[in-house]
């Protein structure tokens, strides 16, 4: 398996309208998150928007973003019909990834790199999907602190069977040196393409999606 192709996807998280999803599908996003977390500053109710969710257009993955969620609520999200792939973006551990993998779901986890002792753990949760994170105290990503480009360089290589997703502090104007650095499989954004949390900038993401390019 390779886990760095010569392209690399983009994945634009925390939308909360159809209307921004609808031009980070046109300025060529190859995912978009919902962020199904309540303490998120990004927060979807899967439930109430579904509908718009469920008609985008096909060709993108919409990835619902959880956080420590019951098994039974993970399990509710990943067979609902707008949903393609659940992240698992708390502290959701080995045994929890491996009871969730036994239904054949493909799914993302999300690892926080704190330090290099965090590395070894990566290919330890059932899935080859991972998304390398900052480590912030206290929140679950969307800080808009930049993740260790050498961390996760190190990660990647050490680990080159799996996929890694690249998040963390990115934004239009350095995510082509975090690309070169790390040579992910894909890079994530939330706050970098902001105006304010959960509402998208156009320009923000064109410009982030051709820098990536």
């Not at 067979?79 to 393609?84: E, F, N, Q, R, V």
């Not at 590395?119 to 990503?141: E, H, K």
Request: with cysteine; hydrophobic share 45%; aromatic share 6%.
């Amino acid at each position: 398996m390779n886990g760095n192709p010569a392209r690399v996807r983009v994945k634009i998280c925390g939308l909360t309208s159809r209307e921004n999803a609808l031009e980070a599908i046109s300025l060529g996003a190859d995912a978009l998150g919902f962020n199904l977390y309540p303490g998120s500053k990004r927060y979807l109710s899967l439930d109430r928007e579904s509908e718009w969710i469920r008609t985008l257009p096909p060709f993108v993955t919409r990835v619902a973003v959880l956080v420590n969620p019951s098994l039974e609520e993970a399990l509710r999200v990943a067979a609902h019909p707008a949903i393609d792939i659940v992240q698992f973006h708390g502290d959701e551990d080995e045994a929890y990834c491996a009871k969730f993998a036994e239904i054949g779901r493909p799914f993302i986890k999300a690892l926080r790199l704190r330090d290099a002792a965090s590395i070894p753990s990566a290919a330890r949760f059932s899935t080859a999907n991972l998304l390398l994170d900052a480590s912030a105290p206290g929140a679950f990503g969307g800080t808009g602190n930049l993740i260790d480009l050498d961390l996760a360089a190190e990660c990647v290589r050490r680990h080159p069977s799996l996929r890694f997703t690249l998040a963390g502090g990115l934004n239009p104007e350095n995510v082509a040196n975090a690309v070169r650095a790390v040579k992910p499989y894909a890079v994530d954004v939330a706050s970098g393409v902001e105006s304010a949390p959960g509402i998208k900038d156009a320009g923000k993401m064109k410009a982030f999606i051709g820098a990536v390019k």
